[in-house]
């Protein structure tokens, strides 16, 4: 496979960002690994292979690889002309989605492989055996998704998409990485919509037009020259203005109140430092009602006799909704917590080992104070005694989100619309 190829995707696999969230994996267990996905692999080299692009190509091509992506590029189908628009996607289960089965998947493939694709996936898998760092996180989306770098190589470099505009919101995984590769090395425009924090550590910004949050973002992102970058603001905040407007009145009424705290833990953390901290609470501020919500893809419960509330709901809007104080790790929630004006507290949850607690510098921008149990404590009782009142913290947020005080703030995804037609 040609080296820049290689080179494009190790920028994403020996990333330190990704070599961070979990812990390595010995060489053995990803030996065995590799073993298992082979003899997979075997039986797709039988099955004949069919693949191809649909026939003729829409003016926007939208990568969708998670719900999460979904999430991010939704509103494009409700302001980009309908007909326009094709989905490039690898899950069916995004395909079938009630909402988007009249679009057409740009991309057909029956799930054969060639030789060709067999070889250069195992040689590349074989590389990362011998790397000096190989994670569980690299291991999945490298297994699932190599292919897609030697087909798009095929049907991109044959392809008239020079009409086209991809667009993404995911700059690290293979699968959107093996598309923007061969968008560049073939002159397509591609756009990138921003659809989640991110940090200096994400792999250098190579798309037509880069759509950002906010300064932070911009100043995190390594870019190429011909990059164009556009900053404004954190567009799936639209619909919350009202929650918005309602948490700035609430935050400053807190005295004499029952105070909801959240408490968001990831995969990152130590779930006996929440037990101890659910404790405390329980302990000293009878006034407090404690929710905790884990990260959907953290199935550990909180080994706690105490008295609280496990949040369950599918949308975390519904748990921002019930509280007034959120406390987390390193984590993104923290911003979004203060974007709604719910008051942020950052504590030290973390695994030994796990990330920088300033990781995205919340603490250093003054977004949120980093407290021990008894500040916690301390704050809590202030609050309700009225000595100190809390105010609404969206403004504290301009550096991580340009459309605070925008001409466009909550109408960010129309702003977004008119860049992607002025490509």
């Known amino acids: 496979m040609n080296s820049n190829k290689n080179k494009f995707l190790y920028s994403f696999v020996t990333n330190v960002e990704m070599h961070n969230r979990v812990k390595t994996t010995k060489a053995i267990l990803f030996f065995i690994f590799i073993l298992i996905c082979f003899f997979k692999d075997i039986l797709k080299l039988y099955k004949k292979v069919s693949f191809s692009f649909e026939k003729e190509f829409n003016q926007y091509i939208i990568v969708i690889e998670s719900f999460n992506n979904l999430r991010a590029l939704e509103f494009l189908f409700h302001t980009l002309d309908k007909s326009s628009i094709s989905v490039l996607s690898k899950s069916q289960m995004i395909l079938d989605h009630k909402d988007y089965k009249g679009y057409n998947n740009a991309i057909n493939w029956n799930g054969g492989i060639k030789f060709a694709w067999f070889k250069e996936k195992y040689r590349f898998l074989f590389s990362i055996l011998y790397s000096k760092n190989t994670s569980n996180y690299l291991i999945k989306h490298i297994e699932s998704d190599y292919y897609f770098i030697v087909m798009f190589n095929e049907l991109l470099s044959t392809s008239d998409l020079k009409s086209s505009i991809i667009i993404t919101s995911n700059d690290i995984n293979v699968f959107s990485r093996s598309t923007l590769f061969h968008c560049n090395s073939n002159n397509i425009k591609n756009i990138y919509i921003q659809h989640a924090n991110v940090s200096k550590f994400f792999p250098k910004l ?6 950002l949050y906010g300064r932070y973002s911009s100043q995190s992102y390594q870019k190429n020259e011909s990059v164009k970058v556009e900053i404004v603001g954190n567009h799936l905040f639209d619909s919350y203005k009202d929650l918005v407007l309602k948490k700035a009145v609430n935050i400053s009424k807190l005295a004499s109140n029952i105070i909801t705290i959240g408490i968001a833990y990831n995969t990152l953390d130590d779930v006996c ?34 008295s609280f509330k496990v949040d369950k709901s599918s949308d975390v809007i519904e748990f921002f909704n019930e509280i007034d104080v959120l ?20 504590f030290d949850f973390r695994i030994s080992g796990n990330l920088d607690i300033d990781y995205y510098d919340y603490i250093k921008n003054d977004l949120a104070p980093l407290l021990d149990n008894n500040e916690i404590v301390s704050l809590m009782l202030n609050i309700y005694h009225g000595s100190f009142i809390l105010s609404p913290t969206r403004n504290n947020c301009t550096f991580y989100d340009a459309s605070i005080g925008s001409r466009w703030e909550f109408d960010t995804k129309l702003k977004i619309t008119e860049l992607i037609k002025s490509i």
């Open 206 to 211: 190579t798309t037509t037009l880069a759509v």
């Open 273 to 306: 430092k929440i037990s101890k901290l659910i404790s405390t609470l329980n302990q000293q501020l009878p006034f407090v009602r404690i929710i905790v919500r884990a990260h959907p893809r953290d199935k550990r419960t909180i080994p706690c006799t105490a």
């Open 327 to 346: 406390i987390a790790a390193v984590s993104g929630i923290t911003l979004e917590a203060a974007l709604l004006n719910i008051y942020p507290i950052i």
